[in-house]
């Protein structure tokens, strides 16, 4: 495993953010972006082999040719547990996501999701899963959950917070085979029964279909998947249901927001955490 660092100013680190996440193929099995301090940003991009690194390497040079992206050989061990362990529960709301190391400490009467560190996106640290806990719990204080599709479920932080919230039932996806089998397990580790997580790509397939509508969706990814899923998380929303996206660099919401605009969805609001948008709409009905 690979890891390529590069630091400097928030455009330049958003606009070789963008690269990497619009490249298709990306050589990148997964790309972070944050501050790093007062007025610096922080890119991550992780990778399998030497060659999708230098590859990398050569995108954000291209992209950003002020920043300087170093490759770092990871050695051979869980390096996203170990950089995860100790992480201080993660509050939204009335919800708490934490390892049993610290959910033991935990006020009561919180909605408390155990989450350890693995491999599987999603611990609720991140500012676009912690975005969509607080988008979930407005849409508890309004109506019932209902029946739940969270797309790209990672480690399934958001569809186990739903069950737990009061929702129906709930689907996950992933394109990960070792996300869907945590994001599965962590569902035994909560008690929750009623979520299933998938191994699917997309969302228009005949077991979401079947499953459908549904009342509250999350699209946890990245702006270019969003952009393409807006024709299909449409008439797989309950009227009057509530959509959550995130995965958004704040310049990235605008696109993504007339996507769904443009298919009759009511966009209700945005959420800003850490440099990650999520935005929340409504089906009409």
Request: charge should be negative; hydrophobic fraction near 45%.
């Given at each position: ?47 399998e ?22 490759i ?60 969509c806990l ?45 996300s ?9 580790k ?5 979520f299933?997580a ?74 800003k ?13």
């Open positions: 495993m690979y890891q390529i660092t590069a630091k400097g100013a928030r455009a330049p680190i958003e606009t070789a953010w963008d690269a990497l996440a619009w490249a298709d193929p990306s050589p990148a099995g997964a790309v972070d972006a944050k501050e790093d301090g007062r007025l610096a940003w922080r890119l991550d991009a992780f990778c082999t030497l060659e999708e690194a230098e590859e990398c390497v050569e995108i954000i040079t291209e992209a950003s040719p002020e920043l300087i992206a170093r770092e050989e990871l050695q051979d061990r869980d390096w996203v547990t170990l950089s995860l362990e100790g992480l201080p529960p993660v509050e939204a709301g009335p919800f708490i996501v934490a390892g049993s190391h610290a959910l033991a400490r935990t006020s009561p009467g919180k909605i408390a999701v155990l989450i350890e560190a693995g491999p599987a996106f999603g611990t609720g640290h991140h500012g676009t899963t912690l975005g607080l988008a979930l719990d407005e849409v508890r204080r309004n109506r019932a959950i209902g029946k739940v599709l969270d797309l790209g479920t990672g480690s399934g932080v958001l569809a186990i917070a739903a069950m737990k919230g009061g929702a129906h039932s709930a689907i996950g996806t992933d394109i990960d085979f070792d869907v089998r945590v994001a599965n397990e962590n569902a035994e909560n008690h929750v029964s009623g299933t998938l191994h699917i790509t997309g969302a228009n397939t005949p077991r979401i279909r079947q499953g459908g509508p549904y009342d509250t969706v999350f699209a946890n990814i990245l702006m270019k998947p969003l952009i393409g899923l807006a024709p299909t998380i449409a008439p797989l929303t309950a009227p009057g249901g509530t959509i959550i996206l995130s995965g958004l660099l704040h310049h990235q919401a605008g696109p993504v927001r007339s996507a769904f605009a443009a298919r009759g969805l009511n966009f209700q609001h945005r959420i955490r850490d440099g990650w948008s999520t935005l929340v709409f409504r089906k009409p009905g």
